[in-house]
């Protein structure tokens, strides 16, 4: 294998009559967005949909005119693609207040986001709300993202732990969301990816449900396969109830990884 690979599934689940779940993919960017709206009146499709059009736009444009992969943008000491990637998500922020303020019927809409950039042998890794990132490297699973909701703030403080978070019944309540205040600011994750590693993005409607260790028991299990590994996460959500709708974007490293700068044509087969 000499590209990345990238597989994402959206669905409804089996409680919820539309799906306000946005996903994203461009595995000649390297790109991956999980988007998940909130809002009546089906606002929340538009304000996920939104999102991810947005940041799609905005990095299909900008990011081939970075000549050189991984160097410093000296106004945020973030890597190029980073800054980039945060400029987007802002942008898409912005764009959905200013048509909740215009259009009545989608008043308070908002979303969250979990993005990740794939170049060289780096990520680049945002996120705004509860949609979150997770790493499988040698059948060991790990968060990439931390979440913006109120049980995760409680979880830091030592007041809860990761089960009674599962079981709250406040769990949906996020502190940070695209879309609900004028300006936002995204979580900024950097890192050196491995060959092979897999990463999964998704929605709540697929954490509420399934435990962690069930997650690392299905990317161990099916992660030669991304279509099999994504339709069995979102068979196990659905089986556990599919309170919400549930998406899911997997995306496998090659298994040789070019460690140096420049060779993006090489690893994304541009």
Known sequence: MSKLEIHGITDVGRKRSHNEDSIGTD??????????????HNAGEVASSMAVDVVMRILRERLPKIEKEAELDEATGLTQESALLRHA??????????AAQIRPECRGMGTTIV?????????????????RMYRLRKDVLSHITEDHSLVQEQVRRGLLTADDARASTMKNLVTKALGVEPGVEPDIVEDVFQAGDIYLLCSDGLTDVVPDEAIRLTLVEFGRDLKRAAEHLVMLANDAGGPDNISVVLVRTPERVHRKAGLWSRLFGR
């Open 27 to 40: 595995a000649s960017l390297g790109l991956a967005i999980v988007a998940d709206g909130m809002g009546g």
């Open 89 to 98: 998500i802002m942008a898409a922020n912005d764009a959905i207040y200013e």
């Open 115 to 131: 993005a990740a950039l794939f170049y060289g042998n780096r990520l680049s890794a945002a996120n705004v709300g509860d949609s």
